[in-house]
């Protein structure tokens, strides 16, 4: 996770690109499009994951938790469709 101790001031921005599936304050959402920013805060139209929900335009400060949702592969993944049993 992205935690800061307390005592320590946020002085940037985590790298936030579109397409982008994170974790922003505990909730999963995938960035969309940058709507907004400005020296503290960017503002992302995002769309919720795991969930039936509209999308939304969501405020990112640099005090924010946020951590990236990686993918995970299994191998020879890519051959698993084309085998027929």
């Known amino acids: 996770m992205n935690r800061r101790p307390w ?4 002085t940037t921005m985590p790298h936030l690109e579109i397409g982008s599936q994170v974790f ?10 940058r709507i907004d920013h ?3 805060h960017e ?3 995002v ?4 969930v039936e929900a509209a999308d939304r335009d969501d405020r990112f400060h640099r005090s924010d938790v946020i951590s ?5 592969r299994a191998p020879r993944w890519s051959c698993a469709a ?4």
């Open 7 to 10: 005592n320590e001031q946020a």
């Open 24 to 33: 922003h304050n505990g909730v999963p959402l995938q960035l969309l499009y």
């Open 38 to 40: 400005d020296e503290y």
């Open 43 to 45: 503002t992302w139209r």
């Open 47 to 50: 769309r919720p994951l795991f």
């Open 68 to 72: 990236f949702l990686h993918t995970i």
């Open 82 to 85: 084309t085998n027929v049993w």
